[in-house]
Nanobody
Framework: QVQLVESGGGLVQAGGSLRLSCAAS????????MGWYRQAPGKQRELVATIITGGTTNYAQSVKGRFIISRDNTKNTVYLQMNSLKPEDTAVYYC???????????????WGQGTQVTVSS
């Protein structure tokens, strides 16, 4: 069984910074892509940033230049450094990872429980 546990959300003023963390644990054989998504009230869940094992990253246009995704493969952890936060960044942020479990021939997508980020104006 695999779990993703997020931490680091909270309340911050516009222009401030937050760092989210997401640690994967359990019967993990290999982790491929990891990423962050967010869902604001009344809106669909949207991609924020992804990072593959080799380190290549991809960002939503709305966060380019402000957010940085990184990962520590030795700790099975992905991070999201969020700078210059705006009120429109307010959302529940979800961690996602494509993981191949021990004893399985294919990978599955796993999600964290979500962490609230609120940016006040």
């Amino acid at each position: 069984q695999v779990q993703l546990v997020e931490s680091g959300g909270g309340l911050v003023q516009a222009g401030g910074s937050l760092r989210l963390s997401c640690a994967a644990s359990g019967s993990i054989f290999r982790i491929n892509a990891m990423g962050w998504y967010r869902q604001a009230p009344g809106k669909q869940r949207e991609l924020v940033a992804t990072i593959i094992t080799g380190g290549t990253t991809n960002y939503a246009q709305s966060v380019k230049g402000r957010f940085i995704i990184s990962r520590d493969n030795t700790k099975n952890t992905v991070y999201l450094q969020m700078n210059s936060l705006k009120p429109e960044d307010t959302a529940v942020y979800y961690c996602n990872a494509n993981i191949r479990s021990i004893g399985w021939d294919y990978e599955s997508a796993y999600w964290g429980q979500g962490t609230q980020v609120t940016v006040s104006s």
